[in-house]
């Protein structure tokens, strides 16, 4: 009972302070040694914290869900100090954090360890044969103890105890690693601070390539062993972009090398931890993917947060553009630097039609409202950093940000900081440029516009129109404007197109496959061409149209198309097996056997992406039965809260089908 006082009283005292701890403590370095356990989805191991003390407290925290101390000590729930190995600390855990009561004294530094188990429910994620972390918005305290505050920044260091067989992946360096017959165990160490939200590990069946950059920081790219004919396509001008970024940066890469690895079901396209970047293994391309789908964009954005969000860190969502905003800017120049101008002025185009949507929708906010939409800090932040080039300039552009991140470099940061940076740069006043930009809820449209228009590429884009027809539009395609122009043109008269129009390059001949579905009988030729070109979007969009249009050639279609599988979604496969379905004349015997294999991309063993596109074909096809129902019930505890989201969608859906609903009804019940 007295304990249970004690501990009320505790939290009564101290329970309101916490916000305030960075004022009393500063966290050196964490330290972890740990082991996981997929059978029961556990994290343990022995953990060190070193901090210093700036003024007496009486307790300090460690952030911490649902953590369990684990110790060889007699005192249960102790932690021990261990330059003072005969002092015990008393220590309360409560749902979220791990406290140390003692009279802690200013100037002092102490060093504390104990034995801790966790069992994550985010943050760290057991997928199949892989152990991954994201850390940002889900906090890295649910699987080590650590501090949420993004405005602590701590040196951290990871060893990593698993199967043996798998490669284990963390920040910093890899500096040692053994084992013995069962298990194998990697030690890394990071030399600069960061915030807790960016620890990570990766831990799977991999293999590695490394490059090393200009300036020679080793660029290592991770692989799935059966996936080696895909690491140029997946990887594909990282080197370069990671020279570029330094030298238009002007602030040397900050750490000791960078690492990327794919995973299984991940969250996001990608996610920017210190020195090691985890991305969705949907970016995990072959060369004719790569003309679809890439990982360029998602590679340049990661990468370029390195520098801005991991080198230098927003104190606040209020600040958060200066993460992204600055990583979607950054990575904008990076991929100019590979694709030229028009590219770059392309994107930006996109950003503003992105951006003028939502504005029409009533959503537009400031850049400084921490409750913006991504769509605002990434595209919006990007075009504020175009416009504030523009008017500054380059140079003064450039040493502001290079002032910038050498002042603040491992620190955190607001917007002032990088504004006043620039004015002292350039010697303007840019009072006009922060209300427009970052304070106005109201887009500049007039301003974008007027920035796009200085690109001959733009302004021939705007130009060319077939809205009213005329006989310009028909010339256009065979004519020397842009691509992106004629698919402009083709997106407005479909059904004039003629078979000269073949003779295009890919995106054009996407953009054929893509807005003409009704297909004249003198394009058949041409238009059958479409299903040998190097784009899996292309050939799907043919494959439907070709089979819809041509029914006495469905066969024949089927048969050119049998062993193609497209994207890691299975997108031209899966709408194979769905027009076999459909073609009561081929393979008659084999229909069980093709409806038998769509159900089993619908299964729990499959990537989530597949499994929503096969959910997408069973609803069309009325082809749902107890394995996929059983599926789409689990797919409701998803941690791709997209997915799960989506599957408590379509059984909603499905609940109202009579055909479903008593079979549902009953699955749900087991």
Same mark, same amino acid.
């Given at each position: 009972?007295?304990?249970?006082?004690?501990?009320?009283?505790?939290?009564?005292?101290?329970?309101?302070?916490?916000?305030?701890?960075?004022? &009393?403590?500063?966290?050196?370095?964490?330290?972890?040694?740990?082991?996981?356990?997929?059978?029961?989805?556990?994290?343990?191991?022995?953990?060190?914290?070193?901090?210093?003390?700036?003024?007496?407290?009486?307790?300090?925290?460690?952030?911490?869900?649902?953590?369990?101390?684990?110790?060889?000590?007699?005192?249960?729930?102790?932690?021990?100090?261990?330059?003072?190995?005969?002092?015990?600390?008393?220590?309360?855990?409560?749902?979220?954090?791990?406290?140390?009561?003692?009279?802690?004294?200013?100037?002092?530094?102490?060093?504390?360890?104990?034995?801790?188990?966790?069992?994550?429910?985010?943050?760290?994620?057991?997928?199949?044969?892989?152990?991954?972390?994201?850390?940002?918005?889900?906090?890295?305290?649910?699987?080590?103890?650590?501090?949420?505050?993004?405005?602590?920044?701590?040196?951290?260091?990871?060893?990593?105890?698993?199967?043996?067989?798998?490669?284990?992946?963390?920040?910093?360096?890899?500096?040692? #690693?053994?084992?013995?017959?069962?298990?194998?165990?990697?030690?890394?160490?990071?030399?600069?601070?960061?915030?807790?939200?960016?620890?990570?590990?990766?831990?799977?069946?991999?293999?590695?390539?490394?490059?090393?950059?200009?300036?020679?920081?080793?660029?290592?790219?991770?692989?799935?062993?059966?996936?080696?004919?895909?690491?140029?396509?997946?990887?594909?001008?990282?080197?370069?972009?990671?020279?570029?970024?330094?030298?238009?940066?002007?602030?040397?890469?900050?750490?000791?090398?960078?690492?990327?690895?794919?995973?299984?079901?991940?969250?996001?396209?990608?996610?920017?931890?210190?020195?090691?970047?985890?991305?969705?293994?949907?970016?995990?391309?072959?060369?004719?993917?790569?003309?679809?789908?890439?990982?360029?964009?998602?590679?340049?954005?990661?990468?370029?947060?390195?520098?801005?969000?991991?080198?230098?860190?927003?104190?606040?969502?209020?600040?958060?553009?200066?993460?992204?905003?600055?990583?979607?800017? &950054?990575?904008?120049?990076?991929?100019?630097?590979?694709?030229?101008?028009?590219?770059?002025?392309?994107?930006?185009?996109?950003?503003?039609?992105?951006?003028?949507?939502?504005?029409?929708?009533?959503?537009?906010?400031?850049?400084?409202?921490?409750?913006?939409?991504?769509?605002?800090?990434?595209?919006?932040?990007?075009?504020?950093?175009?416009?504030?080039?523009?008017?500054?300039?380059?140079?003064?552009?450039?040493?502001?940000?290079?002032? &910038?991140?050498?002042?603040?470099?491992?620190?955190?940061?607001?917007?002032?900081?990088?504004?006043?940076?620039?004015?002292?740069?350039?010697?303007?006043?840019?009072?006009?440029?922060?209300?427009?930009?970052?304070?106005?809820?109201?887009?500049?449209?007039?301003?974008?516009?007027?920035?796009?228009?200085?690109?001959?590429?733009?302004?021939?884009?705007?130009?060319?129109?077939?809205?009213?027809?005329?006989?310009?539009?028909?010339?256009?395609?065979?004519?020397?404007?842009?691509?992106?122009?004629?698919?402009?043109?083709?997106?407005?008269?479909?059904?004039?197109? #003629?078979?000269?129009?073949?003779?295009?390059?890919?995106?054009?001949?996407?953009?054929?496959?893509?807005?003409?579905?009704?297909?004249?009988?003198?394009?058949?030729?041409?238009?059958?061409?479409?299903?040998?070109?190097?784009?899996?979007?292309?050939?799907?969009?043919?494959?439907?149209?070709?089979?819809?249009?041509?029914?006495?050639?469905?066969?024949?279609?089927?048969?050119?198309?049998?062993?193609?599988?497209?994207?890691?979604?299975?997108?031209?496969?899966?709408?194979?097996?769905?027009?076999?379905?459909?073609?009561?004349?081929?393979?008659?015997?084999?229909?069980?056997?093709?409806?038998?294999?769509?159900?089993?991309?619908?299964?729990?063993?499959?990537?989530?992406?597949?499994?929503?596109?096969?959910?997408?074909?069973?609803?069309?096809?009325?082809?749902?039965?107890?394995?996929?129902?059983?599926?789409?019930?689990?797919?409701?505890?998803?941690?791709?809260?997209?997915?799960?989201?989506?599957?408590?969608?379509?059984?909603?859906?499905?609940?109202?089908?009579?055909?479903?609903?008593?079979?549902?009804?009953?699955?749900?019940?087991?």
């Amino acid at each position: 009972m007295r304990k249970i006082i004690q501990y009320c009283l505790f939290l009564l005292i101290f329970g309101n302070v916490s916000a305030q701890q960075t004022e &009393y403590v500063d966290f050196k370095e964490i330290c972890a040694d740990l082991s996981f356990s997929k059978v029961d989805k556990t994290v343990s191991g022995q953990f060190s914290v070193r901090f210093s003390v700036l003024k007496d407290v009486d307790s300090i925290y460690l952030d911490a869900k649902k953590a369990r101390l684990l110790t060889s000590i007699t005192h249960a729930h102790d932690v021990v100090l261990i330059d003072a190995p005969n002092m015990i600390i008393e220590s309360y855990i409560s749902d979220d954090k791990i406290w140390m009561i003692n009279p802690f004294k200013a100037g002092r530094s102490y060093s504390v360890q104990f034995l801790y188990k966790m069992s994550p429910k985010r943050a760290l994620y057991f997928i199949d044969d892989q152990i991954w972390t994201q850390g940002q918005g889900k906090y890295t305290s649910n699987w080590l103890p650590s501090i949420d505050d993004v405005n602590d920044k701590i040196v951290f260091c990871l060893s990593l105890k698993y199967e043996k067989g798998y490669i284990a992946v963390s920040n910093g360096e890899l500096i040692e #690693e053994g084992g013995d017959n069962n298990y194998h165990k990697f030690y890394y160490d990071m030399k600069k601070p960061m915030s807790s939200y960016l620890v990570a590990l990766a831990i799977g069946d991999y293999n590695v390539q490394i490059e090393t950059s200009k300036s020679g920081v080793p660029l290592e790219y991770y692989y799935y062993p059966e996936d080696s004919l895909k690491v140029e396509p997946t990887y594909r001008y990282t080197k370069q972009m990671f020279d570029f970024l330094e030298e238009e940066i002007g602030f040397p890469y900050p750490w000791q090398n960078y690492k990327q690895v794919p995973v299984k079901d991940f969250l996001y396209s990608g996610m920017e931890n210190t020195s090691l970047t985890i991305f969705s293994d949907s970016f995990v391309v072959d060369s004719t993917a790569f003309n679809d789908k890439n990982y360029i964009t998602v590679n340049a954005h990661e990468l370029a947060h390195q520098w801005f969000g991991d080198l230098v860190t927003a104190t606040s969502g209020e600040h958060h553009w200066l993460q992204e905003g600055f990583a979607t800017y &950054y990575a904008l120049l990076a991929e100019r630097d590979v694709f030229g101008d028009n590219h770059y002025y392309w994107q930006l185009f996109e950003n503003a039609q992105e951006l003028i949507a939502q504005e029409a929708a009533g959503q537009s906010t400031s850049l400084l409202n921490p409750k913006s939409s991504s769509t605002t800090f990434y595209k919006k932040g990007a075009w504020a950093l175009h416009v504030l080039r523009e008017q500054v300039g380059d140079i003064a552009f450039k040493t502001a940000v290079k002032t &910038y991140l050498e002042k603040h470099q491992f620190a955190n940061v607001e917007t002032n900081d990088f504004i006043s940076e620039v004015e002292a740069a350039s010697g303007q006043d840019l009072t006009g440029f922060v209300n427009e930009w970052l304070l106005e809820s109201k887009l500049p449209e007039d301003a974008m516009v007027k920035s796009l228009k200085q690109s001959s590429f733009m302004q021939e884009y705007f130009m060319v129109d077939c809205e009213a027809y005329t006989s310009k539009c028909k010339d256009y395609l065979s004519s020397y404007v842009s691509d992106k122009a004629k698919v402009k043109v083709i997106s407005q008269i479909p059904d004039k197109i #003629e078979a000269s129009a073949f003779q295009n390059n890919l995106e054009v001949r996407q953009a054929i496959a893509k807005y003409v579905g009704e297909i004249p009988m003198e394009l058949k030729l041409a238009y059958e061409s479409l299903l040998d070109d190097k784009s899996y979007t292309t050939i799907e969009a043919a494959l439907y149209n070709l089979w819809a249009n041509f029914p006495e050639d469905r066969i024949k279609y089927l048969q050119k198309t049998k062993d193609i599988v497209g994207f890691n979604d299975y997108n031209v496969r899966l709408l194979w097996l769905a027009l076999h379905l459909n073609t009561v004349e081929y393979q008659p015997e084999k229909k069980q056997d093709v409806l038998e294999e769509l159900i089993s991309y619908s299964l729990p063993d499959q990537h989530f992406e597949l499994r929503l596109n096969a959910f997408n074909y069973l609803k069309l096809l009325g082809g749902f039965e107890r394995k996929s129902i059983t599926s789409l019930l689990e797919a409701r505890k998803h941690h791709n809260w997209r997915f799960s989201k989506y599957a408590k969608n379509l059984l909603a859906e499905l609940e109202t089908n009579d055909s479903y609903k008593s079979l549902i009804n009953t699955l749900k019940k087991n």
